[in-house]
């Protein structure tokens, strides 16, 4: 995936016991172990369903994911009977985007963990009452 890309993903969550889905989020880690995002399902509509045997498939879009590029692990947390994270379950592999103003970023390992799109502007107007220094 380019970094600021569109990522689909797509899961069944296996229930052995009828119960409710309190929360989910899907956690996303970089190659430094380090919690890079973490994306509660509960706020995008996923609410509190109620499961019993079977499986429970949830599908998920982000519009835009700006991370540095790194190899990431993508766990799951999530709470119905009792709480558990389960790491490891998939890997995301984000390149860089192209550079649109000609200048070399810095290695990734300097810049984070996100790499947003940024719109700067800057103004200077010189203050006619402060004095000269010098």
Not at 3 to 13: K, P
Not at 17 to 30: H, P, Q
């Amino acid at each position: 995936m380019v970094s600021g890309g569109r990522v689909s993903i797509a899961m069944g969550v296996r229930s052995v016991a009828n119960s409710r889905l309190g929360e989910a989020a899907l956690l996303r880690y970089s190659s430094y172990g380090i919690r890079a995002a973490v994306l509660d399902l509960r706020i995008v509509g996923l609410g509190s369903p109620r499961i019993g045997l079977g499986t429970l498939k949830i599908e998920v879009e982000v519009e835009s994911l700006p991370l540095v590029e790194c190899v990431y692990e993508t766990g799951l947390y999530h709470r119905a009977s009792n709480i558990r994270d389960h790491y490891g379950l998939t890997t995301l592999s984000v390149v860089p985007r192209r550079s649109t103003t000609g200048i070399a970023p810095h290695d990734a390992a300097g810049r984070g963990i996100l790499e947003p799109v940024l719109r700067v502007r800057s103004s200077f107007s010189e203050d006619p009452e402060t004095p000269e220094v010098g």
